[in-house]
T-cell receptor, first 114, second 109 residues
Framework: GAGVSQSPSNKVTEKGKDVELRCDPI?????LYWYRQSLGQGLEFLIY????????KSGLPSDRFSAERTGGSVSTLTIQRTQQEDSAVYLC????????????FGPGTRLTVL | GQSLEQPSEVTAVEGAIVQINCTYQ??????LSWYQQHDGGAPTFLSY????GLEETGRFSSFLSRSDSYGYLLLQELQMKDSASYFC??????????FGAGTRLFVKA
């Protein structure tokens, strides 16, 4: 079966532009997570979804960041008015259900803001 | 605040045993996980401890002591392909997963 997929794999954008990052989780996985990883750093938790709802949005760095999930499947992370400090790899993961912490990660989207 | 502490780097030789420690301070605790990440790759799950004690999976073992807010990952019979970054992660309150900064393991011949 297919793993977690993310698109695009690479995104270069200009400061001030909006970007959308997409995550397609493993079929049947109800929990979905977004993380951000800067070069050589750990993973910074951004948000997680259980089904279509996001109980905790406190990890989002600013109100320029938003995320949604529809149909209990695909999720989109949107960054508005991108800044250079937003440059990082954005990783998505899914797990069978909340509380089961074997998370399966996608390959990530490398975002570069010029 | 919430924090996880793990060494930044560990070096060992092929065939040896290495232990990577992790101490944590989090709001709520459900369990401790370990992930491996090769350069340029995505993290992959290694183990999860929800209860105190040792979990063994092949050459890898993981230990948890909730009373000490401490765990470790033990890698035996090291191979060159084990050179990677290893992250401990806590499933904390609200089912938020908090990752440590990672330990870079270098395996030498």
């Amino acid at each position: 079966g297919a793993g977690v997929s993310q698109s695009p794999s690479n995104k270069v954008t200009e400061k001030g532009k909006d970007v959308e990052l997409r995550c397609d989780p493993i079929s049947g996985h109800t929990a979905l997570y977004w993380y951000r990883q800067s070069l050589g750093q750990g993973l910074e938790f951004l948000i997680y979804f259980q089904g279509n709802s996001a109980p905790d949005k406190s990890g989002l760095p600013s109100d320029r960041f938003s995320a949604e999930r529809t149909g209990g499947s695909v999720s989109t992370l949107t960054i508005q008015r991108t800044q250079q400090e937003d440059s990082a790899v954005y990783l998505c993961a899914s797990s069978l259900q909340r509380g089961i912490d074997e998370q399966f990660f996608g390959p990530g989207t490398r975002l570069t803001v010029l | 605040g919430q924090s996880l502490e793990q060494p930044s780097e560990v070096t060992a030789v092929e065939g040896a045993i290495v232990q990577i420690n992790c101490t944590y301070q989090t709001s709520g605790f459900y369990g401790l996980s370990w992930y491996q990440q090769h350069d340029g790759g995505a993290p992959t799950f290694l183990s999860y401890n929800g209860l105190d004690g040792l979990e063994e999976t092949g050459r890898f073992s993981s230990f948890l002591s909730r009373s000490d807010s401490y765990g470790y990952l033990l890698l035996q019979e090291l191979q060159m392909k084990d050179s990677a970054s290893y992250f401990c992660a806590v499933l904390s309150g609200g089912f938020k997963t908090i990752f440590g900064a990672g330990t870079r393991l270098f395996v030498k011949a």
